[in-house]
């Protein structure tokens, strides 16, 4: 590795771990562009290399979230599994396809990551405006509680207390019925067959393109096993982590990754990552989203323009 390619790797590294700190994923997207159009190697190498990226990514954020306790690690390490024999066969197909149509289909799936980070903080926005809304029409209301301590109108004794329903006694229309309610695990029964469905297209998507695919991880998580938005997040960082590793030894003996160069790039991409935790608390989400989004989509075009010519 020459001096020139290491003074390349350290921002590109720098960049990619700002970003997935910052944003929480999405950021390992661009190691694949990096490595082919920076670091001079080929598509193939680079969607192989990316996964040892991403893997190390994965490592630190999981720690993180582990501490916390936002990560379910037995659906996590069911849903990955689940995923492996779609990252086997993900990564055989890379590995078959000609270069030119694979870094088309990269440029292909930046744009789908772009719209879809666009929307979600387009969702976001909504939300936080919606629930300020409800906050303001709540606390315009008068309050129909009585005062603490007045009785008057409760008909029972002062200082009585009204007995707590034991669970499952509600009725069952009330929308608010335990049997509506995920468990205390966090997550609703999931259905087999379309967890396992989702499972190898997310361990499908890995192989082929060496991406985290946390983009398509949190959102299957959120809607197959119904976990909550945080736990999600932690819980896909298992899931990544698996995929990845799957991806990567299966690519193991289809040609020599240079190992020297992705250490390199992983260990900036994770000292960049501690500096995007910090930077997220000082600026804004929708920043951050937005200029992402036009970044990866200004790389999407440019990588179609040089490929698709070719084709």
Excluded at 36 to 59: D, I, M, N, R, W
Excluded at 114 to 125: K, S
Excluded at 250 to 258: E, I, S, Y
């Amino acid at each position: 590795m020459s001096v020139l390619i290491a003074a390349t790797a350290l921002p590109c590294g720098l960049v990619i771990g700002l970003l997935l700190g910052a944003l929480g994923g999405g950021g390992s997207i661009l190691a694949v562009p990096a490595l082919v159009y920076l670091l001079g190697q080929t598509p193939h190498e680079a969607t192989a290399g990316a996964l040892v990226v991403v893997a190390v990514g994965a490592v630190g954020g999981l720690l993180c979230h582990a501490r916390a306790g936002r990560v379910r690690w037995a659906a996590g390490a069911t849903f990955g599994a689940l995923g492996t024999v779609g990252s086997y066969v993900g990564s055989r197909c890379s590995a078959a396809l000609d270069a030119k149509v694979l870094m088309a289909a990269f440029s292909g799936l930046m744009l789908v990551v772009a719209a879809g980070m666009l929307l979600r903080g387009r969702r976001d926005r909504r939300g936080r405006a919606e629930a300020a809304a409800s906050a303001v029409v709540a606390g315009a209301a008068p309050s129909s509680r009585p005062p603490a301590g007045d009785v008057r109108d409760s008909g029972a004794p002062r200082g009585s207390r009204e007995p707590r329903e034991p669970h499952g006694s509600r009725d069952p229309q009330d929308p608010q019925h335990p049997r509506d309610a995920p468990d205390l695990a966090g997550s609703r029964r999931p259905r087999p067959l379309r967890t396992v469905v989702t499972a190898s297209s997310v361990g499908l998507l890995t192989g082929f393109f060496g991406v985290g695919g946390g983009f398509v991880v949190v959102p299957a998580l959120t809607l197959v096993l119904g976990l909550e938005m945080p736990v999600a997040v932690g819980t896909s960082l298992l899931v990544i982590l698996i995929n990845s590793t799957a991806a990567l030894a299966t690519r193991a003996g289809t040609g020599a990754l240079d190992w020297p160069l992705l250490a390199l790039l992983a260990g900036c991409a994770a000292a960049g990552s501690h500096l995007g935790n910090r930077l997220a608390g000082r600026l804004r989400p929708q920043t951050l989203t937005t200029a992402f989004a036009v970044l990866v989509t200004v790389l999407a075009l440019a990588m179609a323009a040089t490929t698709l010519p070719d084709l």
